[in-house]
Nanobody, 121 residues
Framework: VQLQASGGGSVQAGGSLRLSCTVS????????MGWFRQAPGKEREFVAR????????TYEDSAKGRFTISRDNGKNAVYLQMNSLKPEDTAAYYC???????????????WGQGTLVTVSS
């Protein structure tokens, strides 16, 4: 399984970005997909996850109400729509896949490369 993240960029506070992650492999629909982020000097942290069907999604507290995770199993893709961005959202964002329903980075077996999000005040 290979993951490719894209969509990062630089925005001003209050702006929006949509991250995308495409996944190779024929069993994408069997994987839980997650988004994590890592700011300089900090540990990688959970942002959001979505079930294989797309029917269930959970968010880290600071992302609730601002970020939306979604997936398109027909396109082998998962998305993270980020609105009302804040400077503290600045980080490298990573998509991840696993069969388990986890919130820890250690629980995900497959990772994409990071895509950098920079939010200026």
């Amino acid at each position: 399984v290979q993951l490719q993240a894209s969509g990062g960029g630089s925005v001003q506070a209050g702006g929006s970005l949509r991250l995308s992650c495409t996944v190779s492999g024929r069993t994408f629909e069997r994987y839980v997909m997650g988004w994590f982020r890592q700011a300089p000097g900090k540990e990688r942290e959970f942002v959001a996850r979505i079930s294989w069907s797309g029917g269930t999604a959970t968010y880290e507290d600071s992302a609730k109400g601002r970020f939306t995770i979604s997936r398109d199993n027909g396109k082998n893709a998962v998305y993270l729509q980020m609105n009302s961005l804040k400077p503290e959202d600045t980080a490298a964002y990573y998509c991840a896949a696993d069969r388990a329903w986890g919130v820890k980075a250690s629980e995900y077996a497959y990772w994409g490369q990071g895509t950098l999000v920079t939010v200026s005040s």
